[in-house]
């Protein structure tokens, strides 16, 4: 059974509603088919797909940008770097005095230095790392066009020849294979725990 809305025709009523308000009252019962819609989802066989709005977008292409991540990576080996340091400085302080005694009348302003001195050199050599590697791992995976276990064994072959290559070619080729034989081992165990 259907309804169908007709407008009176009681001609004393008919001047008090004009058909613009039948449409602003449509309107505001149905809703206006002009209006921004943030998230549509859209139902599929597997599950319903999200359309993202424009700001999400942005703010994802901005993240998974190579800069971004090459960024993210060195703040975060600095810290990492920073706390290895601090460790490393705690377990072998660096002595520069011969004399056996001296341990004993080392000032606390000296131990602080040499800890600072130990957790800023780890702290750039941290950084420098984890913004090459990521960098170079973003580039690879952008040119392949893939995300696979290739991607983190090339960067870190890469980055491994250009640390090595301070210490010669053949440093250089033995960095190489190092590192990607452990950037393999290290994607590897994530994917599995993942």
Same mark, same amino acid.
Not at 55 to 67: G, R
Not at 165 to 180: E, I, S, T
């Given at each position: 059974?259907?309804?169908?809305?007709?407008?009176?025709?009681?001609?004393?009523?008919?001047?008090?509603?004009?058909?613009?308000?039948?449409?602003?009252?449509?309107?505001?019962?149905?809703?206006?088919?002009?209006?921004?819609?943030?998230?549509?989802?859209?139902?599929?066989?597997?599950?319903?797909?999200?359309?993202?709005?424009?700001?999400?977008?942005?703010?994802?292409?901005?993240?998974?940008?190579?800069?971004?991540?090459?960024?993210?990576?060195?703040?975060?080996?600095?810290?990492?770097?920073?706390?290895?340091?601090?460790?490393?400085?705690?377990?072998?302080?660096?002595?520069?005095?011969?004399?056996?005694?001296?341990?004993?009348?080392?000032?606390?302003?000296?131990? +602080? *230095?040499?800890?600072?001195?130990?957790? $800023?050199?780890? /702290?750039?050599? %941290? =950084?420098?790392?984890g913004a090459v590697f990521s960098g170079i791992e973003c580039c690879i995976e952008s040119a392949r066009g893939k995300?696979d276990w290739k991607n983190g064994t090339y960067a870190g072959g890469v980055t491994g020849g250009l640390i090595g +290559? *301070?210490?010669?070619?053949?440093?250089? $080729?033995?960095? /190489?294979?190092? %590192? =990607?034989a452990f950037s393999t081992v290290i994607d590897y165990y994530m994917h599995q725990r993942g």
């Open positions: 059974m259907s309804f169908v809305f007709r407008p009176p025709t009681d001609p004393n009523l008919s001047k008090f509603v004009e058909d613009n308000d039948y449409d602003s009252l449509a309107k505001y019962l149905v809703g206006n088919n002009q209006r921004f819609r943030e998230n549509i989802i859209i139902p599929r066989i597997l599950g319903p797909v999200i359309i993202k709005s424009n700001e999400e977008k942005m703010i994802e292409s901005t993240i998974e940008s190579c800069p971004f991540k090459s960024l993210t990576s060195c703040i975060i080996g600095y810290g990492l770097g920073a706390a290895v340091g601090l460790f490393t400085s705690s377990l072998m302080p660096n002595v520069s005095v011969t004399d056996p005694n001296a341990l004993q009348t080392q000032s606390a302003r000296e131990i +602080l *230095r040499e800890m600072r001195t130990s957790m $800023l050199s780890y /702290a750039k050599n %941290f =950084a420098i790392l995300t +290559l *301070r210490g010669g070619l053949r440093a250089g $080729l033995f960095g /190489a294979a190092g %590192f =990607a």
